[in-house]
């Protein structure tokens, strides 16, 4: 059983930096491949990013290039930098993982955190 824990959220303005964590139990969570979502009020949840266990990325086009996805295995933790932030990237975060490849549908991920909130002011 893996129960991600997100942290980091808060309140920035347009074009500053946040870094979202999102913690697993050790050794276990690396060896699931991570993922991050998004979900805005009154809107459905869409992918963010993930990182597989080996270290592969995937990206949202909407993130490409602002946004890292990392993983520190023998911590337990996978971040996700998030720099030149928008107000359209106000959104509770949430954290996912799964075994095997990545997918950019909600509904092939096994374990979900609780979520954390970004707020991006303009």
């Known amino acids: 059983q893996v129960q991600p824990v997100e942290s980091g959220g808060g309140l920035v303005q347009a074009g500053d930096s946040l870094r979202l964590s999102c913690k697993g139990p050790?050794?276990?969570?690396?060896?699931?491949?991570v993922g991050w979502f998004r979900q805005a009020p009154g809107k459905e949840r869409k992918f963010v990013a993930a990182i597989s266990w080996s270290g592969a990325t995937y990206y949202d086009i909407s993130v490409k290039g602002r946004f890292t996805i990392s993983r520190d295995n023998g911590k337990g933790f996978v971040y996700l930098q998030m720099n030149s932030l928008k107000p359209e990237d106000t959104a509770g975060y949430f954290c996912s993982a799964k075994t095997g490849l990545y997918d950019n549908s909600p509904q092939g991920w096994e374990y979900w955190g609780q979520g954390t909130q970004v707020t991006v002011s303009s």
């Open positions: 050790v050794p276990t969570f690396s060896r699931y491949t």
